[in-house]
């Protein structure tokens, strides 16, 4: 993202120009010739207008309702997305677009928490959030839904172009309550049948994008398939997803089918994608764990529970030692928080990248295994047979998916669909417990967790209790705050000279996230002390600072303004005043 926003179009409409550039390997830029990036285009659409970069295409979708809205090239879509039926399965990237439909029942059935509402008189708002890698503003008084996709670098500038939105002469409005009201939506979101793909041995299918309900039926009663790959998550997904909601969800598993969520984020760092994971293993771990968190948020979201088995998509790269070291590491960041979280974790790669290493670290102490392996070898044979990229004594119990058939078109019942070929083998089974060695203690903030608390912040403040001698009892971690955990704590707490109340808030995490070795760090160091220094700070100072094991600008400024607000002396270097205060919970 740009530092600062300068306030003209110059800038921004060159950088939204060259997204046409970036995203995954099967995105491609418009073909006719790019026109001067100083120069923008006004789109119209139910009373709300948008300047937006004149090299965008602009796809009127009440006139081409089977159109793909996909992000993967920039475009704006006027009116509601169709089915989805003709969007290839293989897109991947993202860069930036706009979808304005209207705000009716159905928009509203996509709408989330984090969509923001426009005030009266306004067509923007400013502070709506980004999730997913898309901002969604409800402009109640045109009576439209603006979802603005991007890729990772183009935030800033999606938000420039929300920034030129107006209302023009016959804009209606309409609220987004009452649209809600009209979808007839439950208060309580519904939930899928039971932890996905649960058990089941058969043939499925992925698409880009999920299909609609008339498709899903036809082929539940004419097709060889009843399980389906989605796209929950992830900011290098390709297509828009208008018919995936918790409904959705709960009527495809009511009727059968088994689902197989998929997140598409960060890719190998010595692959093509622009949106790469760090070539350092600590950072790719944490970036791992983060996008499995997100992941874990959008399928409780659309009531897809714990217990299931939540799938990164690592595309096909050229393995390196150091590739293949920052991908693993990523993978086994994923794994921890998704176990943290009672999911599964499962990894789709090609055979003869991702899997292969995946194999070839199966008994390795430094990467945690993941529970379910997916396999992309397109050998048109429907088994789970990994050939020469898994031993048959892997992921042997019920723990395989194979991709065998890519991107191909088939009908049944009249409906017809562009989708990738897979046979399953799966079982339910359940996440191996967590233990101190394998609990996730890096969260991006530590809120007070007292008697009676549950979760994996739980599990991360009993590990710390027994770490430094105060042991919780029971087989620690529980993820319960119970009575030996409140004991515990009043002990930690006693013998660092802090309230003795049993409950763990700012202070408390402070001196349990720093408690251990105290050596000199400074800019450049790495290590688990950089990582346990930043976990304090992030308690500490109230807010996010990057955990990845690295001393860089980020944690010395936090440094910095840790030891101003205690008094200490500010040279951004971590020496014995600067532990002992945060080891003493200051």
């Known amino acids: 993202m740009s530092p600062s926003r300068t306030g003209s179009w110059r800038p921004l409409l060159a950088g939204l120009a060259a997204l046409g550039t970036l995203?995954?390997?099967?995105?491609?830029?418009?073909?006719?010739?790019?026109?001067?990036?100083?120069?923008?285009?006004?789109?119209?659409?139910?009373?709300?207008?948008?300047?937006?970069p004149a090299g965008?295409?602009?796809?009127?979708?009440?006139?081409d309702p089977g159109a793909c809205v996909r992000f993967d090239r920039p475009a704006v879509y006027l009116g509601e997305p169709g089915d989805q039926s003709a969007c290839p399965p293989g897109l991947k990237g993202r860069t930036a677009g706009l979808v304005v439909e209207p705000l009716d029942a159905s928009a509203a059935r996509r709408t989330t928490a984090a969509t923001a509402v426009a005030p009266r008189g306004s067509a923007t708002a400013p502070a709506a959030t980004s999730r997913?890698?898309?901002?969604?503003?409800?402009?109640?008084?045109?009576?439209?839904?603006?979802?603005?996709?991007?890729?990772?670098?183009?935030?800033?500038?999606?938000?420039?172009?929300?920034?030129?939105?107006?209302?023009?002469?016959?804009?209606?409005?309409?609220?987004?309550?009452?649209?809600?009201?009209?979808?007839?939506?439950?208060?309580?979101?519904?939930?899928?049948?039971?932890?996905?793909?649960?058990?089941?041995?058969?043939?499925?299918?992925?698409?880009?994008?999920a299909p609609p309900q008339a498709a899903m039926d036809a082929w539940l009663a004419s097709s060889p398939y009843r399980a389906v790959g989605v796209y929950?998550?992830?900011?290098?997904?390709?297509?828009?997803?208008?018919?995936?909601?918790?409904?959705?969800?709960?009527?495809?598993?009511?009727?059968?089918?088994?689902?197989?969520?998929?997140?598409?984020?960060?890719?190998?760092?010595?692959?093509?994608?622009?949106?790469?994971?760090?070539?350092?293993?600590?950072?790719?771990?944490?970036?791992?764990?983060?996008?499995?968190?997100?992941?874990?948020?959008?399928?409780?979201?659309?009531?897809?529970?714990?217990?299931?088995?939540?799938?990164?998509?690592?595309?096909?790269?050229?393995?390196?030692?150091?590739?293949?070291?920052?991908?693993?590491?990523?993978?086994?960041?994923?794994?921890?928080?998704?176990?943290?979280?009672?999911?599964?974790?499962?990894?789709?790669?090609?055979?003869a990248s991702g899997i292969r290493d995946a194999a070839s670290v199966y008994d390795d102490s430094r990467y945690l295994r993941v529970d379910h392996l997916w396999f992309a070898w397109w050998n048109g044979v429907a088994d789970t047979d990994g050939g020469p990229y898994v031993p048959d004594s892997y992921w042997s119990g019920h723990q395989r998916i194979h991709q065998y058939v890519g991107e191909v078109y088939e009908t049944y019942g009249g409906r017809r669909l562009h989708i990738d070929r897979n046979y399953l083998d799966v079982g339910e089974g359940t996440p191996p417990p967590v233990t101190c060695t394998t609990a996730n203690l890096s969260f991006n903030s530590y809120a007070t967790v007292r008697s009676g608390a549950t979760g994996a912040l739980v599990d991360a403040a009993q590990c710390l209790l027994e770490a430094a001698g105060h042991d919780p009892g029971g087989a620690t971690p529980t993820g319960t705050f119970d009575a030996g955990t409140v004991a515990a704590t009043k002990a930690f707490q006693t013998a660092?000279?802090?309230?003795?109340?049993?409950?763990?808030?700012?202070?408390?995490?402070?001196?349990?996230?720093?408690?251990?070795?105290?050596?000199?760090?400074?800019?450049?160091?790495?290590?688990?002390?950089?990582?346990?220094?930043?976990?304090?700070?992030?308690?500490?100072?109230?807010?996010?600072?990057?955990?990845?094991?690295?001393?860089?600008?980020?944690?010395?400024?936090?440094?910095?303004?840790?030891?101003?607000a205690r008094g200490l002396g500010v040279d951004g270097i971590v020496g014995p005043a600067t532990w002992g205060a945060l080891q003493a919970g200051r």
């Open 132 to 209: 997913g890698g898309a901002i969604q503003v409800a402009v109640e008084d045109a009576g439209v839904l603006v979802t603005a996709a991007h890729g990772p670098a183009a935030e800033d500038r999606v938000r420039d172009v929300l920034a030129t939105a107006e209302l023009t002469a016959g804009a209606e409005r309409t609220e987004l309550s009452a649209a809600r009201a009209a979808s007839g939506d439950a208060a309580e979101p519904p939930a899928a049948a039971g932890p996905q793909p649960g058990d089941f041995r058969g043939k499925g299918f992925d698409a880009c994008a």
């Open 56 to 63: 965008w295409r602009v796809v009127d979708l009440a006139a």
């Open 232 to 351: 929950i998550s992830g900011a290098t997904r390709a297509c828009a997803q208008p018919n995936l909601t918790a409904g959705w969800v709960a009527d495809q598993t009511g009727k059968g089918w088994h689902l197989i969520p998929i997140d598409v984020g960060r890719q190998a760092p010595c692959s093509n994608f622009s949106h790469k994971m760090s070539s350092d293993p600590v950072t790719a771990r944490s970036q791992g764990a983060s996008a499995a968190n997100a992941s874990v948020a959008a399928a409780q979201n659309l009531g897809i529970p714990a217990g299931s088995a939540l799938y990164t998509d690592i595309e096909g790269y050229n393995s390196t030692a150091s590739c293949k070291a920052a991908v693993m590491s990523y993978v086994s960041g994923w794994t921890e928080a998704l176990h943290a979280a009672g999911y599964l974790s499962g990894l789709y790669s090609s055979g």
């Open 496 to 564: 660092r000279g802090l309230a003795a109340d049993g409950i763990i808030g700012p202070r408390t995490w402070t001196a349990l996230l720093s408690h251990g070795t105290t050596p000199l760090l400074r800019n450049g160091s790495t290590g688990d002390a950089v990582s346990r220094l930043q976990r304090a700070l992030t308690a500490a100072l109230g807010r996010t600072v990057g955990i990845d094991g690295i001393f860089g600008p980020g944690t010395e400024g936090a440094v910095r303004d840790y030891q101003s």
């Open 23 to 52: 995203g995954g390997l099967t995105a491609a830029a418009p073909a006719a010739a790019e026109p001067p990036p100083d120069t923008g285009r006004s789109v119209s659409y139910h009373g709300y207008r948008v300047t937006v």
